[in-house]
């Protein structure tokens, strides 16, 4: 069982960066494959990044690769995602996820892989 936790969203001009943190509760994180998503008003929650339990590996939406980064630092319990050059059209709810892995280094790409979710925090652009 796992509790995830976001922080560090905000009000960002155009071309600002974030980090974002996702902090999660228990002594396995490593254990845990994570992700990142967002949901706009209206839309649907997309796929964003994802890193495996070691952090070894990692993979990126096309709409997000160059500019945005994830990581994770296991001694700490927290993933991170640095979002850079943002764009009103980055304006969202941002999720982080984990799923369980089984040791193997995999990464997930969909919301239904993902057993446990964070609460969301809010990023609004200004342009």
């Known amino acids: 069982q796992v509790q995830l936790v976001e922080s560090g969203g905000g009000l960002v001009q155009a071309g600002g960066s974030l980090r974002l943190s996702c902090a999660a509760s228990?002594?396995?994180?490593?254990?845990?494959?994570m992700g990142w998503f967002r949901q706009a008003p209206g839309k649907e929650r997309v796929f964003l990044a994802a890193i495996s339990g070691s952090g070894g590996r990692t993979s990126y939406a096309d709409s997000v690769k160059g500019r945005f980064t994830i990581s994770r630092d296991n001694a700490k319990n927290t993933v991170y995602l640095q979002v850079n050059s943002l764009s009103p059209e980055d304006t969202a709810v941002y999720y982080c996820a984990a799923r369980l892995g089984d040791s193997s280094g995999s990464i997930y790409y969909t919301r239904i892989q993902y057993g446990y979710w964070g609460q969301g925090t809010q990023v609004t652009v200004s342009s």
């Open positions: 228990g002594r396995t994180f490593s254990s845990y494959a």
